[in-house]
């Protein structure tokens, strides 16, 4: 993945009991196929995406199937409090509880306070401030209070927190993009009580689709918000 607190994860999958895996904006499943090659278990690892065939096209892609590579899906759109519903973050009473059976998930609730490592790459940036506001509150809700469970990911980020416009292909896209320290202001304050979490985020020069182009590459926000 790139990411500085992979091998966090890596970790979780080896050494936890139980330990959950969940990729929001999953698309094919690649990042879960990944951490499932470096050591995670595939039965405890979760995609989900607004589109179910992408899933699929992930099994034809890689030429798997739910009996070859046993992870769950769960599909629908993570606004819809339906599928995912803003909680509080889980209090350390519930460190040990039993896990949520994964098998035939329709939502992304049940896994309230249980999932030990959320990815979440290229997705934050798609949505307005309170939007990425409302999904960092849905996502704090699913992780785990056991120490060391852990939220990451890579985004489109800034200098300065604001509107961010990009053009490709041609085509204008007005973005809104955090930089690192209200990145680590929202997580650490505003999600989370202050001295809950420890955040770490930093700006990369990236080039998000624009390789080989003459398009200014926007800077990368690489990140991670782990429990206390």
Same mark, same amino acid.
Request: glycine share 10%.
């Given at each position: 993945?790139?990411?500085?607190?992979?091998?966090?994860?890596? #970790?979780?999958?080896?050494?936890?009991?139980?330990?959950?895996?969940?990729?929001?904006?999953?698309?094919?499943?690649?990042?879960?196929?990944?951490?499932?090659?470096?050591?995670?278990?595939?039965?405890?690892?979760?995609?989900? $995406?607004? @589109?179910?065939?992408?899933?699929?096209?992930?099994?034809?892609?890689?030429?798997? +199937?739910?009996?070859?590579?046993?992870? @769950?899906?769960?599909?629908?759109?993570?606004?819809?409090?339906?599928?995912?519903?803003?909680?509080?973050?889980?209090?350390?009473?519930?460190?040990?509880?039993?896990?949520?059976?994964?098998?035939?998930?329709?939502?992304?609730?049940?896994? #309230?306070?249980?999932? +030990?490592?959320?990815?979440?790459? +290229?997705?934050? @940036?798609?949505?307005?401030?309170?939007?990425?506001?409302?999904?960092?509150?849905?996502?704090?809700?699913?992780?785990?209070?056991?120490?060391? +469970?852990?939220?990451?990911?890579?985004?489109?980020?800034?200098?300065?927190?604001?509107?961010?416009?990009?053009?490709?292909? $041609?085509?204008?896209?007005?973005?809104?993009? @955090?930089?690192?320290?209200?990145?680590?202001?929202?997580?650490?304050?505003?999600?989370?009580?202050?001295?809950?979490?420890?955040?770490?985020?930093?700006?990369?020069?990236?080039?998000?689709?624009?390789?080989? #182009?003459?398009?200014?590459?926007?800077?990368?926000?690489?990140?991670?918000?782990?429990?206390?």
């Amino acid at each position: 993945m790139g990411l500085p607190a992979y091998q966090q994860v890596v #970790r979780i999958g080896r050494e936890r009991k139980n330990p959950i895996f969940l990729d929001i904006g999953c698309c094919f499943g690649n990042s879960i196929r990944e951490v499932v090659v470096d050591g995670f278990p595939a039965a405890q690892a979760i995609g989900s $995406d607004l @589109h179910s065939e992408l899933w699929d096209l992930g099994h034809e892609l890689f030429k798997s +199937s739910p009996e070859t590579f046993p992870a @769950h899906f769960v599909g629908g759109d993570a606004f819809d409090p339906e599928i995912l519903a803003v909680a509080p973050p889980a209090s350390v009473q519930t460190i040990g509880a039993p896990s949520p059976n994964l098998n035939n998930l329709t939502s992304l609730n049940p896994l #309230r306070g249980c999932v +030990s490592a959320i990815h979440a790459t +290229s997705f934050f @940036h798609l949505f307005k401030e309170d939007k990425q506001l409302h999904m960092a509150r849905a996502l704090a809700g699913l992780l785990s209070a056991e120490p060391g +469970s852990v939220i990451l990911g890579a985004h489109i980020g800034a200098q300065e927190k604001g509107s961010v416009k990009q053009v490709y292909n $041609d085509v204008k896209i007005d973005m809104f993009a @955090h930089n690192p320290e209200s990145w680590i202001a929202m997580w650490d304050g505003e999600i989370f009580e202050k001295g809950m979490v420890k955040v770490e985020a930093e700006l990369r020069e990236e080039t998000y689709g624009a390789a080989g #182009r003459n398009e200014r590459c926007p800077l990368g926000l690489f990140w991670s918000v782990t429990r206390l």
